[in-house]
């Protein structure tokens, strides 16, 4: 199957967490969000920016989970916010548990997710973020499942050029 691609530029943090709200209001419990780029690109924004979308509390601070691995939220739904970038292996994943997250009980955003696509759910709105410049990004959204394509078409129609 062709996969869908849509492309989105952002020239601050500000646009980065704009566009993570829109997306943030489109999404559902089950539905995976894999966020790929290097350290520093904006994955962690964009999160904060989908946690309010979501119907998180502005009040709740959505940090990189890098060391708990995974943080939750309580929005309309739950908002599951894992950081996989100290973990080697998949067995690693596997072992914490955290796998448990796909079960359809909430909405999963994975940083680093991309590091072993084949444990992942097919069913995964991919997310590649490019550092074009010091506030310059570029998000490059992916994915072949028809909920996907529905997110992204969602997405098109509501934001942004
Ligand atoms: N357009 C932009 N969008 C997002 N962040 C930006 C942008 N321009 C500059 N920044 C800065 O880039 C940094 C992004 O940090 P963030 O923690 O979101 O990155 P990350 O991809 O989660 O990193 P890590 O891999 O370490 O978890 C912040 O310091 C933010 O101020
Ligand atoms: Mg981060």
Not at 50 to 62: N, T
Not at 90 to 99: A, H, I, Q, R, S
């Amino acid at each position: 199957m062709k996969d869908k691609r849509v492309r989105y530029r952002t020239e601050s943090p500000k646009e980065t967490v704009g566009l993570g709200v829109t997306l943030g209001r489109l999404l559902q419990a089950g539905d995976l969000i894999v966020l790929t780029g290097e350290l520093g690109c904006g994955k962690t924004w964009f999160t904060k920016g989908i946690a309010l979308g979501v119907g998180v509390s502005p009040h709740e601070v959505v940090t990189s989970p890098s060391f708990a691995l995974m943080n939750e939220y309580e929005g309309l739904c739950t908002l599951f916010h894992m950081d996989v970038y100290r973990l080697e292996t998949p067995e690693d994943f596997l072992d914490t548990g955290l796998d448990e997250c796909f079960d359809g009980r909430g909405i999963v955003v994975m940083e680093w997710g991309d590091k072993w696509p084949e444990i992942l759910p097919e069913c995964r709105l991919n997310v590649i973020f490019s550092m074009l410049g010091e506030q310059s990004r570029e998000l490059l959204m992916t994915g072949e499942d028809p909920r996907v394509i529905e997110i992204l078409e969602g997405l098109r129609n509501q934001a942004l050029e």
